[in-house]
């Protein structure tokens, strides 16, 4: 994946200190971004080095396999990265991933002369771009928001996240009003990424698909842009936090362009000027995705300047029920349901076709996806009674133990599911399985991961046995 900020990195002629707050840090790919990057291929690491500090080496470490990239010499220098904030960083390093390296998602680990840095779940590594993929889209969960149950919250989003990781898509949008009050509880922070383990909540770090966050209103300094006029503050404080708050990239001949457009008094002319650059510079594929917080009239600069196909946002809480919104030109705006209100435990997908750029609203026009059966608020409250829509169970423990398994995936959606996802985790050894495609084998010291892919078709119930090949 090439990736370019919409603020163009500037290169200073003079050295100083590192930008407040971000000294010995990796800025891209970090934290509001995942590097995505067919196996064989290159992304760019931007980092921030202390003084005197120097990366030797790079290490993509992923749950099964660890890949050791190809790394060309740091470049060292001065780069703006948001002209906002001022924020900067001085060495750029190009990373090429093995040609056959298991597809995953990897932190990435830069060993330096003061020990390592590392980015979780930064790095997601394919075997090739997809010709049909999924796209997902949640919005306004306000984790930690006072007045609102705090753990629910991060439960109703893992949740999501395990349905996200049997349907597989390729990208995760969080569209804005992500998390409250990181400044005093920087617990908070790794809630977000990483959930809460030992009461089995995932984070955003926790699927397969490569995540991506848009800064809301919200996610200012004191949690309401509106107090917050210190637009330079603001970012500085956006980028300490999640990282980047303007950015673009691409899957394959889909170009993804991610803008703030939230912060009461700021301007994002010159993110749609550098958005229409970047297409120019890239070519403008084949489909075009906006993502940012609030839709219609703060999105009219970067529309006119893209013409994007789909328009992403959330903002208004209570908004779905009217998508697909009426938008000038030809893109079709989609809001996404607001993850913490107490009536709403859902999510948008989409499926998009890589070769045509056509993309669709998967189970109905509003793309609106629930996750538990019959939800209502007294159900969502109570975590006990969720029976999720999606379902993958295992006939024996799946970590590595056994030589053969069967899977099973209910899937009680009226619509099907193409290409949902099973890894099996065995003892060592050669397998084969009696439904689905394999589509990629990983073998190291200890166990057999196998990636079987399975179509789903609606209100089915679909096993897949895996066993020792004959």
Known sequence: MKLHTFFAAVLLQACGLCSLGL?????????????????????EVWFNADAGQTVSSIILRGPYSTLTPE???????RWVYDESSGNTFNTR????????????????????????EIST?????????????????ISDVHRWQGGHD?????????????????????????TGDNMYNVVNHPERESSYFHGLPAEGIKGMHDTSAATFMVAGNHDT????????????ATARFYNRYYGLHAYHFRYGNGRFMVLNDAWVGFDNSSQSAAAASWLASVGRGNFR?????????????????????????????????????????????????????????????FRVDGETGNFEAVGGPSARVPVIENPTRESIANPASWVPMLQLSFARENQGGSSSNTATLTNKYDFPLTGARVRFVMKKGSYAVTAGLIEQTLENDSVSVLDVSVDLPPRSTTTVSIGPRP
Not at 25 to 40: E, L, N
């Open 23 to 43: 000294c010995g840090q990796i800025v891209y790919p970090w934290r509001a971004t995942t590097a995505i990057v067919k196996a064989g291929e290159s992304f």
């Open 93 to 116: 390093i190009r990373v090429t991933v093995p040609a056959h390296s298991f597809a995953d998602r990897y932190d990435l680990i830069l060993k330096t002369s003061s020990g390592d």
């Open 71 to 77: 790394m060309a010499p740091p470049v060292t220098g």
């Open 289 to 349: 995705v906006v993502a940012a917080h609030i839709k219609d009239a703060r999105l009219d600069k970067i529309r006119e300047a893209t013409d994007p196909d789909l328009i992403l946002a959330g903002h208004t809480h209570h908004s779905a029920n009217g998508n697909p919104h009426p938008s000038p030109g030809r893109a079709r705006q989609y809001i996404a349901s607001a993850v913490r209100e107490p009536q709403y435990f859902e999510f948008n997908l």
């Open 221 to 232: 300094p004191s949690n309401n842009s509106a107090q917050d006029k210190d637009l330079a």
């Open 121 to 137: 779940g930064a790095a997601k590594v394919v075997r090739h771009y997809k010709g049909g993929y999924y796209i997902m889209h």
């Open 150 to 174: 705090g753990v629910l919250l991060l439960r109703k989003v893992s949740a999501i996240l395990d349905i996200a990781n049997i349907i597989g898509p390729e990208l995760l949008f969080e």
